[in-house]
């Protein structure tokens, strides 16, 4: 089918476009920047528009009470998808319709709210604004109600009619409030709106409401009452269709065809000659055209003319034959010179069983795709695309899920509404959460971490890699090196965990003392992702041992460290001297082969070229270590070699 | 679409090119009056100018951030022939408390013999490797070895495209199906070579950029080109902004197993084309999805274009200067008036009369 060529809205930025020079841009989360320039590199040099405009789409986002409405949404979207396959279809198919019963009072409950904003408002600007989003989820929920009546209810001929009644009534909710006005008034009958309240519910098949109402009249007058009898009786013994009863459709169709043809034989005896408004009435119970037409003012839209008319012509109207009665209805109903607006065609779309053309009218006319994302998904479900053959059905519900969620991730809460919409996303879901989720700005670090549980909730191994590197490098450029470790070491980030255990020994070499005494202490296995990261966590607990003065530890620890070769060949001096108060102790700690085992270190380290950039001085220092280093080993020597030779007694 | 908001940007001169970061957070504008500013956006939702300095000696044509896991990092290039490097430096507390924050330069990259035309980072997974076009002909790409530091950056390849080059786009694709790739836009209007638009593609073999592939059919000069977000696609698809916006899809052609060296062979096809702009066109970029592409060409005019779910595409809006003059106070006259959203035009029964007649507008 063609798609209609919509030309594009303009928007006009201000103060640009003077000297026609031409528009930049630049694509942002949720907005677009546009500035003037000039592409054309030579020219006239001047100071142009010296402003930067953001540009963004008609977000109804931005609206705290359409929140509401995202945010329940979503819940009934989640409860959706969960259903399970393998339940029959007819208790599906309840479940259809409740689920979209309660979209459908979420809208409601949006609806009301704003509506009671508009009221309340003082600012001008803001109530138009809250009244035309009521008057647009006005249209939503009317759509949606038809397709939910249509599509995901199927009702068959007889309970067809009944519900496209409710549907009306549910949408044309003045007449409640006339009634209650009329009837609560001192003088019902000579209300001026007295006829109009009796016609109007005639005209929506409330028949009992209408005796009602009628008989307000009767008991005032008389001569004419039998008049009101006979009216009364019609609209007594009208045969409503009833589903659960045990009646046929036929039976219903004969009955109903008998009533018709009663009240027919009223009009035609002029039964009710004496007053015009009975004798309207009965004309319109016929189901007479010309008379329904001229209730226009009462029946307001072309679809309460429509089913007004089946009610009283063809009360079993099949499925099938609905799009013949609502195309003739909104042509005669709207007139030769009229067009239709959107919504019109769209609900005509509806009555033609034609889903396709409703879903992409809707998207046409709205600029938010929360109504056709959800409404195309639940369709989706009662497996409604496919059998109207589309081959792209289940591409379409993706489509416009996936343009739904993007469209909530530039929000900065709702966008973790949008992941469980990507989750659903079989085809493309996947990877669209992935390339959006990169750029959730990480403000805080409880806000990085929400996003990293969530990549990592679904193996998004190099996402949450990226973040905590961004996180790490962060927290190294402000010197938080405890947050840049941790960062470092979630991202699995050896070498940035290399460069920041640097830091932290530069920081201890130059202050003599470890910051983030927690972290270090409790780093764990986590200690061995990369070898200075480890030689940091054993070089701390060095320290630590030292402090608890468990000194045999401590030193068989100090010693493994050169041994084992996890301390750097740099680090060896400042190891071997964090030796020496140890060997200094009244006690023996080192052993005779532990000794051996640091002499042979303090030789290796010796026996290495010399740094060519040590100065004199320096140099000085380094010969002056070793010395007192060799001395306190040979000492340490003999004591130990003293004490492993006495026999204890 | 409506003005949300308007920040007077302060420059002295033509703003050529305007940056946001990978979070949306800070903004970088650069102009003929040789300065970049860099904005932050505060939790306020306002933006500041946190830092304004001068870069080069000449109009600064684009500036482009680094990918957030190498830091603060800027790049710029200009018409005085180079192209810089900048550092942001967390500051003393009292610039801090000013809201001011430093830059300072890592590097100036000067082998261009003419005019830096464009500057780009290539995707983050090749490491911090920055790429450079001149009027000259020459594409440069430089790597960083060592991201701790960013002074050192060393000439890994040059390509010579003999061609005055005006644009790159790296392909931003991280799939280990198929190698780094970049594309490289002309608007040279030498006639002897006729495709504007080359493609260079890494070889791991020969450890070189080798050319896969010239749009042959692009023969006039060519002024922006864009790679879309790839979204786990097999084939790549090409923005081009020249006499008319145009939009490639390259299939990377099955190897057969006996030649598995050399470039990926491509078959090249036309996704659309748009003339709508009736004119040259300047500028083209892709939303972070790929699902939106926005153009700008000489009718002054910003076109958005976006495609259906039946791969049709249309145009789905536009944005044009109102005509009116910078009025003498230096506020955009006409911003209360365009601060109010329209909403959606869809209207209901009877009280449509009176209200604008529904426009279609696409979402």
Known sequence: MEEVDVEPS??????????????????????????????????????????VHIVRRDED??????????????????????????????????????????????????????????VSTQNGSLASQYGDQVSILLAIELIWNLCEVLFIDTAPAGSLLLHLLDWVRLHKSDVDARAREVLQSDSPAQHQSYWDVVISLVLQGRTDEARQVLSKQA?????????????????QTMPIFNPTGTQTLTEFEVKWRHWHEECDRCLQENTFASNRHLETICKILVGDEDTLLEQKELLSTWYHFLVTRLLFTHPTIKPPDLHYYAQSSMNMFLGPRASPEPLDIILLSAFEFDLHQVIKDCSIALNNWWFVAHLTDLLDHCKLLQSHNLHFGSNLREFLVLEYASGLFTHHSLWQLAVDYFDHCPEFGRVYLELQIERVPLDTERKAIKVLRICEDRQMSEQVRSICKIMAKRALRNNR?????????????????????????????????????????NLGPAMLLSDRLTFLGKYREFHRLYGEKRFSEAARLLLSLMTAKIAPRSLWMTLLTDALPLLEQKEVIFSVDQTYELMSCLEELNSGTKDSNLTDQDEDIESTKTELLRLALARNLTMAIVKEGTIET | MFVAKSIAADHKDLIHDVSYDFHGRRMATCSSDQSVKVW?????????????????????????????????????????????????????????QRGQSHWIKRTTLVDSRTSVTDVKFAPKHMGLMLTTCSADGVVRIYEAPDVMNL?????????????????????????????????????????????KVQIYEYNENTRKYAKAETLMTVTDPVHDIAFAPNLGRSFHVLAIATKDVRIFKLIPMRRESANSSGPTKFEVQVMA?????????????????????ASSGDDGCVRLWKANYMDNWKCTGILRGDGSPVNGSGHAAALSAVGVP???????????AGRKKAQLMPG
């Open chain 1, 10 to 51: 303009t928007t006009l930025i201000p103060s640009a476009g003077f000297h026609r020079k031409h528009l930049g841009f630049e694509w942002g989360p949720g907005d677009l920047l546009v500035y003037e320039t000039n592409y054309k590199l030579q020219g006239p040099r001047s100071a142009g528009s010296p402003f």
């Open chain 2, 151 to 195: 002074s050192q950056w060393s000439l890994q390849h040059e390509i010579s495209c003999k061609l005055s080059c005006s644009c790159i786009s790296w392909n931003p694709s991280s799939s280990r199906a198929h190698p780094p790739m970049i594309a490289v836009g002309s608007d040279d209007s030498n006639v002897t070579y006729s495709g």
């Open chain 2, 40 to 96: 932050d956006k505060g939790d306020d939702g306002e933006w500041h100018c946190t830092a304004s300095w001068k870069t080069h000696s000449g109009s600064v044509w684009r500036v482009t951030w680094a990918h957030p896991e190498f830091g603060q990092v800027l790049a710029s290039c200009s018409f005085d022939r180079t192209a810089a490097v900048w550092e942001e430096i967390v500051g003393e507390s009292n610039d801090k």
């Open chain 1, 61 to 118: 986002i931005c609206s705290p009470i359409l929140r509401k409405l995202f945010n329940e949404s979503h819940l009934i979207f989640v409860g959706l998808q969960k259903i399970k396959e393998d339940i029959p279809s007819k208790n599906k198919k309840s479940q259809f319709v409740s689920i979209s019963k309660n979209y459908r009072s979420v809208i409601r409950a949006c609806m009301e709210e704003l509506q009671q904003n508009a």
């Open chain 1, 219 to 235: 008991s005032l007058r008389e001569e004419s009452s039998s008049v009101f009898k006979s009216m009364d009786g019609l609209l």
């Open chain 2, 273 to 293: 084309q748009f003339d709508s702009h009736n004119s040259q066109v300047w500028r083209v970029s892709w939303n972070i999805t790929s699902t939106l592409l």
């Open chain 2, 342 to 352: 329209a909403a959606a035009q869809m209207v209901v029964g009877a009280a449509s």
């Open chain 1, 481 to 521: 090196l405890g947050s840049a470790l941790s960062w470092s070491i979630r991202a699995k980030d050896a070498a940035f965990a290399t460069l920041i255990s640097e830091r932290f020994l530069q920081d201890y070499s130059n202050k003599g003392s470890f910051t983030d005494l927690d972290l270090l202490d």
